[in-house]
């Protein structure tokens, strides 16, 4: 079976340093993993993926991940973040047809 | 323009009185899944259907139903609700059944059982 963690629940940074939001993984097969923001009182929206390949991926409003088969993590990162990136962040793995979030990560960037 | 909608958005109820939540995708997606959001536990699937006819369980099935009759919806079905399937529901629908297509959310349902 497949997991996710964020193992941080808060991360707070002031606007025009540097973002990253943690996750690793844990998966049997090849990991299909993905990045995925919520806003208040909306919907996840797709931020970006890994598939293969490249082990950064560039993403949707300036974001990027890195992607550490070593380390099984694939880090969310944005290097000058902005006041309205703030929202709740989760990273996910799908094996197979089941898709698993880890718990997510309440970004709060201070102007 | 390509969404996925839901309906009701916000729902108050009461135990043992049966209830369904509407999904709807104009993508002709047909990949469609079902998820519960609660606080420091992050979404779990509840269940997902590859295609017409055909659904299967996700991680938290227990209470809920689903069915899938056409492509476009798929409806889940609370035969019973109880206190503890208050949440906030999302629907998602993804293209094909590759794994590696990102799903796309619905704006969500909160539902609460008295």
């Known amino acids: 079976a497949q997991s996710v963690a964020q193992p941080e629940d808060q991360v707070n940074v002031a606007e025009g340093n540097p973002l990253t939001v943690k996750c690793t993984y844990s998966?049997?097969?090849?990991?299909?993993l993905f990045w995925y923001v919520q806003y208040p009182n909306r919907g996840l929206q797709f931020l970006l993926k890994?598939?293969?390949?490249?082990?950064l991926v560039k993403g949707s409003y300036g974001f990027e991940a890195e992607f550490n088969k070593s380390q099984t993590s694939f880090h969310l990162k944005k290097p000058s973040a902005l006041v309205s990136d703030s929202a709740l962040y989760f990273c996910a793995v799908r094996d197979n047809y089941k898709l698993s979030f880890g718990a997510g990560t309440t970004v709060t960037v201070r102007a | 323009e390509a969404q996925v909608t839901q309906n009701p958005r916000y729902l108050i109820t009461v135990t043992g009185k049966k209830l369904t939540v509407t999904c709807s995708q104009n993508m002709n997606h047909e990949y469609m899944s079902w998820y519960r959001q609660d606080p420091g536990l992050g979404l779990r699937q509840i269940y997902y259907?590859?295609?017409?006819?055909?659904?299967d369980k996700g991680d938290v099935p227990e209470g809920y139903k689903v069915s899938r009759k056409e492509k476009r919806n798929f409806p889940l079905i609370l035969e019973s609700p109880s206190p503890n399937q208050t949440s906030l529901y999302f629907c998602?629908?993804?293209?094909?059944?590759?794994?590696?297509?990102?799903?796309?959310f619905g704006p969500g349902t909160r539902l609460t059982v008295l």
């Open positions: 998966v049997s097969g090849n990991p299909y």
């Open positions: 259907s590859m295609n017409v006819e055909v659904t």
């Open positions: 890994y598939i293969t390949g490249d082990n």
């Open positions: 998602a629908s993804s293209a094909a059944r590759d794994s590696y297509n990102e799903q796309f």
